[in-house]
């Protein structure tokens, strides 16, 4: 079955760096898309990021994460990545990795990992 298993997560001061981690199975993994998804404490899932299937040379960004997110994917590993740098307090949240099987539509996700960015 579909398995999507994230890591990474943790609490930060503001300005630091996490490095998030989906290891996936049960699927042809170069063959989807795949995205991340938060859920900020009291408010609604927010689309982060998307890469493509295959080679992931076409990535989106939500603006409030452009420049300082990073996503990227290793398809000989089954693994999408989501590099966070100069995070902020409003990045508070519970990251999903999730496979995405067209634009902004998921059919699997993971089951999450708590990012706390606080001083």
């Known amino acids: 079955q579909v398995q999507l298993v994230e890591s990474g997560g943790g609490s930060v001061r503001p300005g630091g760096s996490l490095r998030l981690s989906c290891t996936a199975s049960?699927?042809?993994?170069?063959?989807?898309?795949l995205a991340w998804v938060r859920r900020p404490p009291g408010k609604e899932f927010e689309w982060v990021s998307t890469?493509?299937?295959?080679?992931?040379?076409?990535?989106v960004y939500h603006d409030s994460v452009r420049g300082r997110f990073t996503i990227s994917r290793d398809n000989a590993r089954n693994t999408l990545y989501l590099e966070m740098n100069s995070l902020k307090p409003e990045d508070t949240a519970v990251y999903y990795c999730?496979?995405?099987?067209?634009?902004?539509?998921?059919?699997?996700w993971g089951q999450g990992t708590q990012v706390y960015v606080s001083s």
């Open positions: 890469i493509n299937a295959g080679a992931g040379d076409i990535i």
């Open positions: 999730v496979r995405e099987v067209n634009w902004l539509t998921f059919d699997y």
């Open positions: 049960g699927f042809t993994f170069g063959s989807y898309g």
